[in-house]
């Protein structure tokens, strides 16, 4: 019921500067959070930077003060701005959508299903 599109992905230089788009659409009651998340070959999948609907974003100690997340409320779209990369960040970004079931009263417990896109190819490489 939910689709996430991401683009953006591509070769770049060290130290060059990429942003990703993730639009999702569909049947959406409420969002949790949206984030990205990346894995490169040999590797397993980590958590690069998340938003929630209402508070501040999350960084990897990997990418902090270089990348930077960002939402459109108005577009259902999350992006990243990633800033001075180097080869370590070679990798499928893949978005994440936490949507919440909708409930009857805020004192039940609240669950959550998670979507992911079909991720993007960032490499970066002289």
């Known amino acids: 019921q939910v689709q996430l599109v991401e683009s953006g992905g591509g070769l770049v230089q060290p130290g060059g500067s990429l942003k990703l788009s993730c639009a999702a659409s569909?049947?959406?009651?409420?969002?949790?959070?949206m984030g990205w998340h990346r894995q490169a070959p040999g590797k397993q999948r980590e958590l690069v930077a998340n938003?929630?609907?209402?508070?501040?974003?999350n960084y990897a100690d990997s990418v902090k003060g270089r990348f930077t997340i960002s939402r459109d409320t108005v577009k259902n779209t999350v992006y990243l701005q990633m800033d001075t990369l180097n080869p370590e960040d070679t990798a499928v970004y893949y978005c994440?959508?936490?949507?919440?079931?909708?409930?009857?009263?805020?004192?039940?417990?609240?669950?959550?299903?998670?979507?992911w896109g079909q991720g993007t190819q960032v490499t970066v490489s002289s």
């Open positions: 994440k959508a936490v949507i919440a079931r909708p409930r009857p009263a805020t004192w039940m417990r609240l669950m959550l299903d998670d979507y």
């Open positions: 569909g049947s959406i009651d409420s969002f949790y959070a």
């Open positions: 938003i929630p609907n209402a508070g501040s974003a």
